[in-house]
């Protein structure tokens, strides 16, 4: 089951599909999400607001996963999912990230897909500590892909800090 990390742009990654840290209404927003908006172009908007509304302004919950094409980016695929918002621990932020991650690989699976990239998920204006979302999200995934080696992830982390908690996760798991 590989598991690489990597400090980069997860815009230019060539990756079946690369995850966005998305807001629930999946309209763009500022961090990972503006910068993969930015780089697919004008299309990904179009294909996020004709997938359908849940309640008003959201079209992806906490935890879910949608799909759209990836346009203009090198990655086929784009699979937005809304990780939780940091409250300290006391809302069930720990299960909420990890359905992000298990559903984001659903999707892939469902696709017939092998190579997925994933962001810091709710470490950028959700304000999720760095270490406990990479230990979230290490050990869900090597719980996905136990006996799966023909699913290669990347975690992408865009700076050596945010790699280093990672990393650190990854070596203790």
């Not at 086929?76 to 990890?98: C, F, K, M, Q, S």
């Amino acid at each position: 089951m590989p598991i690489e990390i990597v400090t980069a742009d997860i815009t230019h990654l060539r990756t079946d599909a690369i995850v966005n840290a998305a807001n629930p209404g999946l309209l763009g927003g500022g961090g990972v999400d503006g910068a993969i908006h930015r780089a697919a172009g004008p299309a990904l908007l179009q294909a996020c607001r004709a997938l359908p509304e849940i309640a008003p302004g959201v079209r992806c919950p906490t935890g879910e996963a949608r799909l759209t094409p990836g346009f203009a980016l090198p990655a086929r695929w784009v699979i937005h999912t809304v990780g939780p918002v940091w409250y300290g621990g006391t809302r069930d932020e720990a299960p909420l990230l990890e359905r992000c991650h298990r559903n984001a690989l659903q999707l892939l699976r469902a696709q017939r897909l092998h190579t997925i990239a994933f962001p810091a998920i709710s470490c950028g204006i959700y304000g999720y500590p760095a270490a406990q979302a990479a230990a979230v999200a290490v050990a869900t995934l090597r719980d996905e892909l136990a006996g799966n080696d023909d699913i290669e992830v990347t975690l992408c982390c865009f700076s050596e800090a945010m790699r280093a908690a990672f990393q650190h996760a990854l070596n203790a798991a």
